[in-house]
């Protein structure tokens, strides 16, 4: 019989992928970042949208695109809508727990689908540049098919503007 916890979970991430908040690529995003988990083979990425508040540059929006496992869904759906209003730093300190919100802590064997989500925030938050003003940046699916092979854990992948 599964650990209670765990149904309540995935009951809940079942909710969140029925009706994911801010899927899809975001046209005027500021920046936008890559993770893959090698192991399952599958990609995230978020991009992010900023504004001005009180001075403080704070994240006005966010969106993202899976080849990931439902998990994954329901954890950016619920991330790209509390990351509103978080200032960078803020975003920065966010867990992969805290970024499952109201999916509530992730079960063990979830851990690393949170964590792919934390890595494409984090590679968004480091600034990388939105390519819609370059077309031959790779779409997720291209990246998805290049992704580095080899290794087990959670890879922030840098868009290549040369390519
Ligand atoms: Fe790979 Fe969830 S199984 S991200």
Redesign the pocket.
């Known amino acids: 019989m599964s650990d209670p916890s765990t149904q309540n979970f995935e009951t809940r991430a079942r909710e969140a992928i029925a009706n994911p908040s801010n899927l899809g690529e975001m046209e005027d995003a500021d920046s936008v970042g890559t993770a893959g ?1 090698v192991d ?1 083979g ?1 990609m995230l990425r978020m991009w992010l949208k900023f504004t001005e508040k009180d001075g403080q540059k704070v994240i006005d929006r966010a969106s993202f695109q899976s080849f ?2 439902q ?2 869904i329901a954890v950016a759906s619920m991330a790209t809508e509390l990351l509103k209003g978080k200032t960078i730093e803020e975003a920065q300190n966010l867990t992969p727990d805290d970024l499952s919100g109201d999916l509530g802590p992730l079960p063990p064997m ?1 851990i ?2 949170g964590q ?1 989500v934390e890595g494409a925030l984090r590679n968004a938050l480091d600034g990388t540049p939105a390519p819609q003003s370059n077309p031959s940046s790779p779409t997720l699916a291209q990246s998805l098919n290049d992704k580095p092979k080899g290794t087990i854990k959670i890879v922030p992948l840098e868009e290549d503007s040369n390519n």
């Open positions: 988990a399952c599958d990931g496992c998990t994954a979830k690393h689908c792919l």
